[in-house]
């Protein structure tokens, strides 16, 4: 059971968990923090917080758990705003995208790496963001993936381990250095892809005519694409080695197929479509 | 009212068709034609198709209109096959994803282009194939592009409009080559980038795990990585020089924005993201 939660940063990721916590019983209080009033009074109407603060150091007094859920080129700044205001025994975590950046941000902001700061990851989301695209089912049956460090106390991993798990969440660990990497294959690459094409389209001259014949594959496909381009430049920002080695893995794919298709080489693109579907297939199932 | 339908290859495309248009009560008797007596036996089983006949000469034998689906690869020998044996005034079209190959297929089977073929393509389908797949639903509310020639007759043209529209389906007509330059930027270059992304994961040594936590987003962006390869080597084949024409602006814009990563240049990252987003937001809305 947390005491007090202190949510910085209440949008999607914040106030799902906000919301799910409340509804689980495994939490007596809510703060909400950030720098934006409007969104922290809208919080409150829908009941995902139940009081607020704008003053980060004053908002995380008392709080037995810290969750920052703001894009990652934010972090730091957090850090630095609630280093010396923390209440003995407080767990710190986060919801970054992205674990060596914030792994480095804290260090900076605190001078060493804290006991106290559980970095963590909640494989879940939607392309919506804000408060009001909150719900407390975002969780269920997702993944969360920790990243302790040597210096983590092994207690506080459990008590966030145990806030996930109490909103549905499987909870697994891994170090730093391959969660960026596994992220960047699944999420962060597809994720600039999408950004990519349909950039690629819009600029072109018959963009509007070019949606307009658009089916539901192209909708699925391009539907990240509707996601927070601030979240989405700081995890490229955050993950930038990471990122550009999995595109360039991914060029020399392409590559290979195109030459396949300039070649004419049927056999050589059923083959890479052939493996393509019986992965994606396994996935699915 | 058409009085005899052939479906040539009953699959997910032909057999919603079929679906739809008895459903509409816009057809009196329809006859399923293919190689693969199995399929087609199933077909009939569903209720999608009243007859079969594995010879595709004798099955559109007093047919008034014949819709051929089958993959590009296999448009030339359907044609081959039932040029001689069409019915005065029968009507023939197609649901072929490119339209020059399908045009020039028929061509060289009849000599000439022949006024009673209307190239036709209907922008829906699922990441699904096959007949068991088929719904009457498909075509509601979705687009069907007919490309009609300087040969084709008007009252062709006319008779499959009225076909797509009985089922639900709005029709435009655009010529041939615009037709194949708008598709493989809305649908053969993503299905090509699902492809190729799912591929390049799977070779990956870790590959069970990544998949492992790949998030709905991922779930989304590839689930056209699961549909038919044949039918999208066919669609690569035929199509090749719009679809490597997509790919090189494809690949100029990635690179633009790996060179953005590569560089930290936050802000025009984000310019990126953010155009992309609000064109997405808009075909979304």
Tied chains: 1, 2.
């Excluded at 914040?14 to 809208?42: F, K, M, T, Y």
């Excluded at 360039?248 to 393509?276: C, K, P």
Aim: glycine share 8%.
């Amino acid at each position: 059971m947390i005491e007090r939660l202190c949510v910085i940063g209440v949008g999607l990721i914040g106030g799902s968990l906000a919301r799910a916590l409340r509804d689980a019983g495994h939490v007596r209080e809510i703060v909400g923090a950030s720098r934006n009033p409007v969104h922290l009074q809208r919080a409150v109407e829908l009941g995902v917080i139940d009081r607020f603060d704008t003053d980060l150091a004053s908002a995380v007094q008392g709080a037995d758990m810290i969750f920052v859920s703001v894009p990652l080129g934010a972090m730091g700044a957090v850090f630095r705003s609630i280093r010396d205001a923390l209440t003995d025994g407080a767990v710190v975590t986060d919801g970054g995208s992205v674990k060596a950046s914030v792994v480095a941000d804290i260090s900076e902001a605190i001078g060493e790496i804290p006991s106290w700061f559980v970095p963590g990851h909640p494989i879940a989301g939607t392309e919506q963001s804000g408060v009001d695209a909150s719900f407390s089912e975002l969780y269920k049956d997702r993944r969360v993936i920790l990243t302790p460090l040597a210096e983590t106390d092994a207690t506080a991993v459990s008590r966030v381990r145990a806030m996930w798990e109490a909103v549905g969440a499987t909870v697994s660990e891994m170090d730093v250095k391959h969660h960026d990497e596994v992220l960047a294959a699944t999420s962060h690459l597809p994720h600039i892809l999408a950004y990519t094409l349909v950039e690629s389209l819009a600029r072109m001259s018959e963009q509007r005519e070019i949606f307009e014949y658009a089916a539901g594959g192209f909708r699925d496909f391009t539907r990240i694409a509707s996601s927070d381009p601030v979240m989405w430049r700081d995890i490229c920002l955050a993950n930038g080695e990471a990122v550009l080695n999995m595109l360039e893995r991914f060029n020399r794919d392409l590559a290979s197929l195109s030459e396949a298709i300039r070649a004419s080489d049927g056999d050589r693109i059923l083959q890479i479509f052939s493996e393509a579907k019986s992965a994606r297939d396994g996935f699915a199932g």
